[in-house]
Every structure is written in C-alpha cells, then in structure tokens.
C-alpha cells in the first residue's frame, strides 16, 4: 500500500519562501514519478508541478513556473517542492501525488495519479 506524508506547509509574507516535503512509503521512488497539486477554497484542485521517474523531466504550471521546483530523492523516498517569491494567490493546499504505473513522466491532470496525500496548508500573507 502507497502512502504519502506531506508536511513543510504554513504561514509566510509575500515574496517569502517555502520547501514542502512527501515522503513516500510502501514502494521505490526511484521507478516512479511524482506529481503536486494544490486547491484553494471554493476552486479545483490543479497541477502545480510534476518530475519523471527519472528526475530528468519536469513539468510547472505557467503560474509557477521560474518561481517553483520540483525534486526527489530515491535514496529517502522523498520528494520536494521549493517555493520562491510566494504571492497571496499561492494560497492552497498542497497536495502530493504518485501514479500507479512506474516508468511515466508524470502528469498534469488528476486522473494521471492513483495515490493522494492528506495535504499541508500554505498560506501567503499580502
């Protein structure tokens, strides 16, 4: 059974930083690829990033993108989420995500991921 622990979430000033961590249990990273997700109140949930089983490919959302990374580490079934220059909309929860099938790039839509973690709360204040 695949479980996801998040943690690393709270509360920040705009243009302030972040670095949530998942780990990852019940199976190798190394053959998977990881995904986050976040979803503010009142609005669904939407990718924000993805990495391959490889490390070597990764995905952002345009609304992220040069302010977000994306990595893991194999060794300690980990995978991580730095956030820079945080805004006021980057106010969610942050969700991590795994797939079911190993070998993959990983995916932008929900339907791309079989496992879920509980979620940890970032807040942006303006």
């Known amino acids: 059974q695949v479980q996801l622990v998040e943690s690393g979430g709270g509360l920040v000033q705009t243009g302030g930083s972040l670095r949530l961590s998942c780990v990852s249990s019940?199976?190798?990273?190394?053959?998977?690829?990881m995904g986050w997700f976040r979803q503010a109140p009142g609005k669904e949930r939407e990718f924000v990033a993805s990495i391959s089983w490889s490390g070597a490919t990764t995905y952002y959302a345009d609304s992220v993108k040069g302010r977000f990374t994306i990595s893991k580490d194999n060794a300690k079934n980990m995978v991580f989420l730095q956030m820079n220059s945080l805004k006021p909309e980057d106010t969610a929860v942050y969700y991590c995500a795994a797939p079911a099938r190993s070998g993959t790039d990983g995916g932008r839509y929900r339907l791309d991921y079989a496992y879920w973690g509980q979620g940890t709360q970032v807040t942006v204040s303006a």
């Open positions: 019940g199976r190798a990273l190394s053959r998977y690829a």
